[in-house]
C-alpha cells in the first residue's frame, strides 16, 4: 500500500523523507522500496528527452511518464509535476490540467513551482481534494526569469521574500516544500519556521527530507554532473566500458550467438 499524505507530513522533526525521481516503470519499480516519495519531475526533459531545460515537457508527455512510473509505484508516495504553463493562465486551467494529472497518472499530489502569485491556484486545487507540493529557490522553469542555474536566496532582501513566499504557500494549503540550490543556513531557517516539511536539493542537511534526480544519484551521464547531485555509484563509467567490451569482444569475433 503506498504512503499517505498525513503518514509523511508527520516525519517532520522525526525522521527523514527520503525522495528521488523516477521516470518509467522500471526506475519506479527498483527506487519504490526504499525511498517514501516518488516524484515524476519535468526534469525528464533534460535527462530523457535530451533538451537543455524542462520547458519543453508538455503535460502529455507528464502523463505519459506518471503512467509508466504508477504501474510499479507500490508504496511510496507519488506525486508528479504540473509542467511549465499548465498552472499559469487561469484557475480554471489549472484545475483541469491536475485533473488529468490525478486521474491518468493516479499521482497522490501534483508539484508546482513558484510563491505568492500561485496562491489562488494552489489554494484552489486544495480545496478540491488535491494535494499540493510546492518549489521554492532555484525554480527551473524560472531559468531565463532567474539568469541560469546560480544558487538562489544569497541576500537578505531574497532571502525575506522566499521566506514571505514560503508562507503564503503554507496558508494557500502546500502539504511539502521543495528547497532548491538556497544557502544551507537560510534553508535550516525556513525548516524550523514552517510547520510543514521541507524537502532540499542543494539546500544542506538541516531540511526534513532530500530529492535527488534519478540519473544523478547515479551518474548515468559521465560527462555531466550537477554541484548538488549526491553520488552513490558512479554507474554511467561501469555502462561505457561495458559497451566498450562488448564492441572489442564482437569486432574480435568472440561473442558467439547460441
Not at 506518471?66 to 486551467?93: C, W
Not at 500561485?118 to 486545487?125: F, S
Request: net charge negative.
Amino acid at each position: 500500500m503506498r504512503k499517505q499524505k498525513h503518514e509523511l507530513m508527520a516525519y517532520k522533526g522525526k525522521q527523514q523523507i527520503a525522495m528521488i525521481t523516477a521516470y518509467d516503470a522500471w526506475s519506479a519499480g527498483l527506487v519504490d522500496r526504499y525511498v517514501d516519495i516518488i516524484l515524476v519531475g519535468d526534469s525528464l526533459g533534460m535527462v530523457v528527452q535530451g533538451n537543455d531545460s524542462t520547458l519543453p515537457v508538455t503535460l502529455d508527455e507528464i502523463i505519459y511518464h506518471g503512467k509508466l512510473v504508477s504501474r510499479a509505484n507500490q508504496s511510496a508516495f507519488l506525486v508528479v509535476d504540473m509542467p511549465f504553463m499548465t498552472y499559469h493562465i487561469s484557475i480554471e486551467q489549472t484545475m483541469l490540467n491536475a485533473a488529468r494529472i490525478m486521474k491518468e497518472t493516479c499521482a497522490q499530489a501534483v508539484k508546482l513551482e513558484g510563491g505568492k502569485s500561485i496562491c489562488p491556484e494552489v489554494k484552489a486545487l486544495t480545496q478540491a481534494g488535491i494535494p499540493v507540493f510546492g518549489h521554492l529557490g532555484l525554480t527551473p522553469q524560472s531559468l531565463h526569469q532567474l539568469g541560469g542555474w546560480q544558487k538562489q536566496a544569497k541576500t537578505q532582501e531574497q532571502q525575506t521574500t522566499l521566506m514571505e513566499d514560503a508562507k503564503a504557500l503554507v496558508n494557500a494549503g502546500i502539504c511539502f516544500l521543495i528547497l532548491e540550490n538556497i544557502p544551507h543556513d537560510f534553508a535550516k531557517q525556513v525548516t524550523q519556521e514552517l510547520p510543514i516539511p521541507t524537502i532540499g536539493i542543494g539546500a544542506g542537511a538541516d531540511t526534513d527530507g532530500q530529492v535527488q534526480v534519478f540519473h544523478d544519484l547515479f551518474h548515468l551521464n559521465p560527462d555531466f554532473l550537477p554541484r548538488h547531485a549526491t553520488v552513490q555509484a558512479h554507474l554511467g563509467e561501469a555502462m561505457q566500458e561495458a559497451l566498450q567490451s562488448y564492441q572489442e569482444k564482437v569486432k574480435a569475433k568472440e561473442i558467439l550467438s547460441k
